[in-house]
């Protein structure tokens, strides 16, 4: 799937985006932590009423403390997929995955906080078995140069291809191939690659291509 | 110094709160991450607007990305302190520190989603110099019985005494002299051991009232 990332925006640029076009182009649209802490979860009910709810919504959330009542808030709000922080406590973990199972919504494990030397965080997080392992590289570490390709060549939830992969963090027409071929994701994110495009809903195109193309042949 | 945190509460729930009773007895009003995911970081303009701006006011962001602009988004609403996750990237942690610096804020590392075993971040966390370092408990561990001093004595934080301590997590007038006498925390937060009691006036005056002694005596 194909998902596009509303990061560092205003609600009117965001509305924008959100065309026919573009909501053809991608599967899920997520709403980013920048979005959510400028507005509030209420902008999650304002882009579901925008988008008609015909779409998978996604509120990032990287939840890190009292996991069942932020899962809730999200959900209510309207958000069908909710992210956790791979460093929350085991217990703030169990209940983001319980109040999600509860709700028919996806959790969305998010690896940016992971340190990789954390053995019993990773048996961990495998068996609570969530919906999506997000391998994300931070922004602030893409702007530096870092690389989603080689930082996933470290990690063994790739290798192992146990849980079902999301990708995020400066991926971009020129390096989706590469990815697509390597980590083999269920969800692929674009934001600043999209939002930030001289045409956007192009952008959303020629990468949906590369998508489609790389799974279907 | 002594802190309130205002976390899962409605807009006049944290209203009513801040009595001027209440902003008499402590000396730093903490908008939590749960009031900021609810409500958008609006919620400390309006904050800073009952309180009439005599008190510090600290928005617990928990940034895990996007450092810059998140810190100068918190800042922007009223903010004098933004926390950031230890988990967070090396650059969005560097990040957080520059724009703290740069605006006269405070930056306050919050180790909820740390590996204890990364020695590598606490190294550099010491580095870093943050104004403040939180040893924070998960109210979702603190639930099912986790003890913030048994956590703390796991950390070398709190045995070298490098950086000055925030403390939080399940703090209330039964255990905040153990925690003053083992941790000497520079900041003592108490959530909803304060906003849950019958009497919030009275729980926040008692806890004053040991914090002044302890110090004092």
């Known amino acids: 799937m194909f998902q596009i990332a509303l990061d560092i925006l205003t609600k009117q640029e965001a509305k924008e985006l959100l065309t026919p ?59 069908n997929m909710v992210s956790v922080l791979a460093g929350a406590s085991f217990n703030t973990l169990e209940e983001v995955r319980d109040a999600t199972q509860l709700n028919q919504a996806k959790m969305v494990v998010d690896i940016i906080d992971l340190s990789l030397s954390d053995e019993s965080k990773i048996k961990f997080i495998n068996t609570l078995n969530p919906d999506y392992l997000c391998i994300h590289l931070a922004t602030d570490v893409v702007k530096k140069g870092g690389s989603l390709l080689e930082f996933s060549r470290q990690l063994s939830f790739v290798s192992s291809r146990r849980l079902p992969l999301m990708v995020a963090g400066g991926i971009h027409p020129q390096n989706l191939l590469d990815i697509l071929k390597n980590i083999q994701p269920a969800v692929v994110v674009a934001g600043s690659s999209i939002t930030k495009a001289s045409d956007p809903e192009l952008e959303a195109q020629n990468m949906r291509r590369i998508i489609d193309e790389t799974i279907l042949y």
């Open 21 to 79: 076009k573009m909501l053809n182009t991608v599967d899920i649209v997520e709403i980013g932590t920048p979005l959510i802490i400028r507005y509030g979860l209420s902008i999650v009910e304002q882009i579901k009423d925008w988008i008609k709810g015909d779409k998978i919504l996604f509120a990032d959330t990287k939840i890190a403390d009292a996991g069942h009542w932020e899962t809730c808030e999200a959900i209510s709000s309207g958000a």
